[in-house]
Structures are given as C-alpha cells and as structure tokens.
C-alpha cells in the first residue's frame, strides 16, 4: 500500500461534491431545528394559557403543533440520516482509493439511500409547511368573520 500525494489529491477532488452536500444539509437542519424549535415556543404558551382555564381554540392549535412536530420530528432524522450516510460515503471514497478494494457499488449505494433520505426529508418539510399555512389562513379567516 504505496500512497501518493497525487493520490490522496484526486481523493479528496472526488470527495468535495459529498462535503458540499454534507453542508447543504447541515445548513437544513439548522432550518429545521430552527421551525422545530418555534413550535415547542408555541405549545409551551398554549399550553400554559390551558392550564388557567380550557379553552377549545387553543386546544385545537395544539393538536396541530403537535402533528407539525412530529412532522419536522422526522424531517430532522431523515436529514441527519442524509448526513451520516454522506460521511460514509466520503469514508468509502477514501478508503476505496487508498486500499484499492472495489467499493463502488456500497459508494453508490450509500448515496442513493442520502438522496432518498434527504428527498423524504424534503417532503416532510413540505408538508409540515402546508399544514402550518392552512392553520394560519384558518385563523385568518376566523378573525375576519368575528370581526364583522
């Protein structure tokens, strides 16, 4: 096992389109924890102004908090998923360079499964956002009619 410096540079050459990705990712689940985050702000307060008194309002906007974070729940893990499979990846990529052993197919593999990760994620997202714009023209609309 002779490494050359050239070598190790055409690794690392074929290593920086997953270390972009690993960072486009990363860059999502800050977003995500971000949202999550919010939500939990939110359901605190609701769940706060329910213990003075029931009110039906708040208890249905909590049901909803809770829907969207299990939502962004999974959206996080199949990111973080995204992420771990990117690192194995680059790992592979070295490896299979360095020792010569045909890893091609697991370095495919793997990146296939980060693709189906992150675009699951994607969705989760997705539809966690639909929810929270339905919810809020909802109660747009409920605050027009009272208001009349």
Avoid: W
Wanted: proline residues 1%; charged residues 20%; positive net charge.
């Amino acid at each position: 096992m002779n490494i050359q410096i050239s070598d190790i540079g055409h690794v690392i050459q074929l290593a920086i389109a997953p270390v972009f990705l690993l960072t486009g990712v990363a860059t999502k689940l800050t977003v995500l924890t971000n949202r999550l985050a919010r939500i939990i702000d939110r359901s605190r307060v609701l769940e706060d102004r329910l213990e003075v008194g029931h009110d039906n309002q708040y208890t249905a906007e909590l049901d909803i908090l809770y829907v969207r974070a299990h939502l962004i729940n999974t959206a996080i893990t199949l990111s973080t998923a995204c992420g771990l499979l990117i690192c194995v990846v680059i790992a592979l990529l070295f490896l299979g360079d360095t020792t010569s052993l045909p890893l091609d197919r697991y370095i495919a593999a793997g990146f296939v499964l980060a693709m189906v990760a992150l675009i699951g994620s994607f969705c989760f997202l997705l539809r966690e956002i639909f929810i929270a714009s339905k919810h809020m023209r909802i109660a747009h609309v409920a605050r027009r009619a009272r208001g009349r």
